[in-house]
């Protein structure tokens, strides 16, 4: 078992704990403490796939603005929170069940495809993907019709959550 | 050297767990979290199969890009609707909030 190999089991075994946790924790900051160990192994895992672009988006957005976002919906909403009783509903067991099932049936169904064990691919030294990916994002052949259409997305969203959160003076 | 398929299993995984969070826990704000656990295994898959099968082409990372910008929308839409009807229920729990429910 070669150090890569290593580093990534044991950040897939921190991440997923920390994953369970999350679902599992009766109180709702420690969820979202969990969450954020998670979205940090998610980040190493993208570091793995030579993609240190995305680990950094990850920890600035995801860790650093959606999970923070988390935490303050979870302090706003605080008061009659279910702190006594279930966190849980009557059916979680049919819930566990099914995420089992999807697991099982989605390792089956890769495993029979057959490029579930392509090797890793050598990068050719000389791209810099950044750049390449900025260039593309803005390119009238590329992804530039998407791109904008992401940024009306995110205004759009912007502008509905703060008219949504809007408290009406009576 | 790391196969594909550890990725994607380690992906299914976390997809596995994120969909038991959505479909069980009462809490709306932990079923956001749980979509997030969902959405963070996409983004995996995504740049495992750009990393493994196409790594000359961009593709896969300006879709990874898409699934950012989605993914704080959705959530800052989320919770902004979550903060509302918590304002004129009281209630965040997903099995309350059954105004529409025939």
Redesign the interface.
């Known amino acids: 078992m ?1 150090v ?2 290593l580093i ?1 089991l044991i950040t ?1 075994v921190i ?2 704990g920390a ?2 946790m ?2 599992a924790a009766r109180n ?1 900051v420690h ?2 403490l969990w ?1 954020i160990l ?2 940090f192994g ?1 980040a190493v ?2 570091g ?4 240190p ?2 680990a950094v ?2 920890v600035v ?2 860790i650093g ?2 999970s923070i ?2 935490i ?3 302090m ?2 605080r ?4 702190d006594s009783g ?4 009557k ?2 067991w ?3 069940l ?3 099932l ?2 099982t049936a ?2 089956w169904m ?2 029979t495809w057959e ?7 050598e ?2 030294r000389d791209t810099d ?1 950044v750049a ?2 900025g260039a ?2 803005v390119n009238p052949g ?2 530039v019709l ?2 904008e259409v ?2 009306i ?2 205004l ?3 502008i ?3 008219v ?2 809007w ?1 009406k003076k009576a | ?10 992906a ?10 959505v ?5 709306a ?2 079923i ?3 979509v ?2 969902i959405l ?1 295994a996409v ?2 898959n995504v ?2 199969f ?4 196409t ?2 082409k ?1 593709d896969g ?2 879709f ?3 699934v ?10 989320g ?6 009807i ?2 004129r229920r ?4 997903a ?1 309350e909030i059954d105004l529409l429910k025939w």
């Not at chain 2, 009281?90 to 729990?93: E, F, G, Y």
Request: charged share 5%; no cysteine; glycine share 6%.
């Open positions: 070669s890569i190999q990534f897939a991440t997923l994953a369970i999350v679902v709702l969820a979202a969450l998670t979205l998610v895992m993208f793995l796939l030579s993609a672009f995305f988006v990850q957005i995801y603005a959606i976002l988390m303050f919906a979870i706003l909403t008061r009659g929170l279910l279930s966190q849980f509903n059916g979680w049919v819930a566990g099914l995420s089992l999807s697991f989605l390792v890769l495993s490029g579930f064990h392509t090797p890793l691919p990068l050719s993907f390449a990916l593309q994002l590329g992804y998407p791109f992401a940024s997305l995110l759009a969203a912007l509905g959550a703060v949504v959160a408290e | 050297m790391i196969p594909l398929s550890y990725f994607l299993v380690f299914a995984a976390l997809f596995s767990i994120g969909l038991y969070g479909l069980a826990r009462k809490n704000v932990a956001l979290m749980g997030e656990l963070n983004l995996v740049l495992a750009w990393r493994y099968r790594p000359d961009l990372q300006a990874a890009v898409m950012f910008a989605v993914a704080a929308a959705e959530v800052a839409v919770l902004a609707l979550f903060i509302s918590y304002r009281n209630t965040i729990a099995d």
